[in-house]
């Protein structure tokens, strides 16, 4: 699937309403390298919280963690792939590989920003027994045409199609939004691949009815300030814009 970046759109899904604050929230956590649950609840964000209970650990073989801890999962590769992992605090016991910060590098860098290299993956198998759940979305690539267009494309293991795929789709778009913006650069188009694709039993009369619904024209993106550190965007630097969408569609979350 290919979705246009070009003059600040992002690919919301209107069919029905995405909690994009929720989404957004979430991939900053992400970004700052935290594993601990605890501080997204302290936002209102619970995408993690089944996944982090004491009987999800437990049955995880993780028994030794404490609750709301989950492992050496997607921010902690992005910024200390590989890294010793503290499971008592969430946090590295020594330095690893900063990959987000390296692509940035490259990208501000005008002799290296063409480089076919800047790749950021989440899918570490020496650490794959410490994560609560192995990564989903485990690859992606950013690409500059054309001098100064930032492109993203991402590979997704698993991905499900009524809950997770719009999170997946917005969530990226908003990374290659802000990495745009902060390597002084001009958005221009994610594309996602996925291998398996599942749409549960439990969805499938939900998602019919949401076919029915007319998609709108997707909304725009502003990011308002621009920081030495990726780590300093904060929620309220971003602005939403025309985003018209129909009511929201309740599905479960399937185990």
């Known amino acids: 699937m290919r979705f246009s970046l070009k003059d600040g759109s992002i690919p919301f899904l209107t069919t029905k309403k995405l909690a994009w604050k929720t989404c957004l929230k979430e991939l900053l956590w992400f970004i700052s390298g935290d ?3 605890k501080t997204l609840l302290d936002q209102n964000v619970h995408i993690w919280d089944g996944n982090s209970t004491r009987d999800f650990l437990d049955k995880a073989g993780l028994s030794h963690y ?7 999962i997607y921010g902690f590769q992005w910024r200390n792939f590989n890294a010793s992992y503290d499971c ?6 020594n330095k690893g590989i900063d990959q987000l910060q390296y692509i940035i590098n490259q990208l501000k860098n005008p002799s290296t920003r063409n480089s076919r290299r800047l790749i950021l993956t989440a899918w570490n198998p020496q650490q794959l027994d410490q994560m609560a759940i192995p990564p989903c979305h485990v690859l992606c690539q950013f690409f500059v045409k054309n001098g100064n267009n930032l492109c993203c494309s991402m590979y997704q293991r698993s991905v499900d199609v009524a809950l997770g795929h719009p999170f997946n789709v917005a969530s990226y778009s908003f990374l290659t939004h802000l990495i745009a913006h902060h390597c002084d650069l001009i958005p221009d188009e994610f594309v996602y691949f996925y291998g398996n694709a ?8 939900i998602i019919k009815e ?3 619904r007319k998609p709108y024209n ?4 502003q990011i308002r300030h621009k920081y030495e550190d990726i ?8 602005e939403i814009l ?9 599905m479960n979350m399937i185990a």
């Open 35 to 37: 594993t601990n649950n």
């Open 66 to 72: 404490p609750e709301h801890i989950l492992g050496p």
């Open 88 to 93: 008592n605090n969430g946090i590295p016991l």
């Open 198 to 205: 599942h749409l549960y039993n439990d969805h499938l009369e």
């Open 210 to 212: 949401q076919l029915e």
């Open 218 to 221: 997707f909304p725009t993106i």
């Open 231 to 238: 780590s300093d965007y904060k929620i309220d630097d971003f």
């Open 242 to 250: 025309n985003y018209k969408c129909h009511l929201p569609i309740k």
